[in-house]
């Protein structure tokens, strides 16, 4: 469906999936995805992407993050500039697409959205999107306000539509991956690994806590706010989850959980300046890899299992 050769795509890291770790992904075999917000305008957007074509001929998408923010947002324009550019693949996330389907879908584009919850798996192949990526409680960023992990929402995912199933939240080798597509999943997403990676443009600090982290230290903010997310366990989550608390209001809340301040650490590397998303996987990412020898890593790995399957006696048949 998308031209790639292996079924794996980076997850939209807001500033951080740019043009060179997105050519990375798409290079190496995988689906790279840019985020658009990352660009105050879609004229910004544009520059992008024409990088991105500027560093690979394979496929990449882009993302359009659907999430509240303080100012008006033309999404149509962002949509329009990825598509005029020959953007063939878009993401959405965050809110339900269907203002923007028939702009979409008269272009030609194909269509992936991203959702947290088996109900909006199937409104997202009702509005017409070609695949569907659905995210446990395990991922960075928002996972929806259910608690329900990936073992459980890949297979549910997959039970309820006819179109492919992507699989996000707590995978970053080649185990997850495997197991992802053992559940019925067509491929899979992954964030926090590509964010630990040479390509992605992440202050030295960060990365040097995301190294050090474990599988329990991240948590989840903006609960109050119906738009659940995890991120680092730093200070400064604990002083958002401690507004929360408190009774913050959305404006109260917002100028604390902007993406403009997670741009702002990414490049300060002050890990108390801002809400860093972080997925629970974190604890399993102990080294900075190539985007290359993750995918590649992934990939050879995969057939290993594949055979300690076969030694243990789940024989596999050629089709
Ligand atoms: C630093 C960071 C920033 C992210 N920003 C966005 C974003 O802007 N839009 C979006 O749809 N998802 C965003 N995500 C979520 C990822 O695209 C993906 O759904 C998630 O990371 C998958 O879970 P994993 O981290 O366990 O692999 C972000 C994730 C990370 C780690």
């Known amino acids: 469906m998308f031209g790639i050769e292996y079924p794996i795509i980076q997850g939209a890291m807001l500033w951080l999936s740019r043009a060179e770790l997105v050519a990375a992904v798409s290079n190496a075999g995988g689906l790279g995805i840019i985020a658009a917000l990352t660009f105050p305008t879609a004229r910004e957007l544009r520059e992008e992407i024409k990088k991105t074509k500027s560093l690979t001929d394979k496929p990449f998408a882009v993302n359009i993050t659907l999430l509240p923010t303080l100012q008006q ?33 008269d272009a030609g584009v194909k269509v992936m959205h991203k959702v947290a919850r088996v109900k909006n798996v199937k409104t997202a192949e009702r509005l017409g999107v070609d695949a569907v990526t659905i995210v446990g409680f395990e991922a960075a960023g928002h996972p929806g306000m259910d608690d329900v992990t990936s073992l459980v929402l ?3 995912a997959v039970d309820a539509v006819n179109i492919p199933v992507i699989a996000g939240g707590g995978i970053a080798d080649a185990r997850g991956f495997v197991a992802a597509l053992a559940l019925g999943a067509e491929g899979v997403l992954m964030g926090t690994r590509f964010m630990v990676s040479k390509e992605c443009p992440l202050h030295p600090k960060i990365v040097q806590w995301l190294l050090q982290a474990r599988e329990t230290d991240t948590l989840m ?16 989550a604990q002083r958002v989850l401690e507004m929360e608390e408190k009774g913050a209001t959305l404006e109260q809340l917002l100028p604390m959980i902007s993406g403009d301040r997670s741009k702002r650490s990414y490049i300060s590397g002050d890990v108390n300046d801002a809400a860093i998303a972080c997925g629970q996987v974190v604890g399993l990412i102990h080294e900075i890899p190539t985007v290359r020898e993750s995918i590649e890593g992934i990939i050879n790995e995969a057939r290993l299992i594949g055979q300690r399957l076969y030694k243990i006696g789940m024989p596999v048949e050629r089709g």
């Open 221 to 236: 903010i903006e609960r109050s706010i119906k738009n659940a997310a995890r991120v680092m366990k730093t200070d400064f």
């Open 154 to 156: 890949i297979p549910l």
């Open 73 to 105: 947002i033309n999404y149509e324009e962002y949509i329009d500039a990825a598509i005029e550019e020959g953007v063939n693949i878009i993401e959405t996330a965050g809110r339900s697409p269907k203002p923007y389907i028939k702009q979409l879908k």
